[in-house]
């Protein structure tokens, strides 16, 4: 069994947060803890954000979710623009509602995905191809 926890980690280099959300936790307590964790990160509207849910046995509501997007947008004010946020979550409900929650994030794209090896590429190939686009 899983120990739960919910971990943040900073690659300053990167401009990246990844927060991840390990064993069984209540939605809305996660969601909670993850608005915490990312509003604690210095200029934290200047990175990019991976979720990975993907050893995450707790369910988030739609609540859950609107909560967490509302509070980061409360936060981020716009900063956000140009900036890109990742889910790794294997529940179809949370892909579902992407479209629902994109529009609670002016300026961050946002993509739910299986697999955090998917997350990274994604990533990679979005700050590469804004890096030749800006040559």
Known sequence: MLKPRITCAVDDGLK?????????IDGAEA????????????????????????RYH???????????????????AGR??????????????????????????PGRELVVLSHVHEGRAWLELRRETARLTTV
């Open 58 to 76: 707790g369910f988030m509501s739609s609540d859950d979710v609107h909560a967490l997007t509302h509070r980061w947008g409360v936060f981020a």
């Open 16 to 24: 990246l947060i990844i927060v991840r959300c390990i064993g069984h």
């Open 80 to 105: 956000d623009a140009g900036r890109a946020t990742v889910v790794i979550s294997h529940d179809p409900l949370l892909a579902a509602r992407r479209s629902a929650t994109q529009i609670l994030l």
């Open 31 to 54: 969601a909670a803890v993850v608005g915490d964790h990312l509003t604690a990160v210095e200029n934290a509207w200047a990175h990019d954000v991976l979720i990975d849910l993907s």
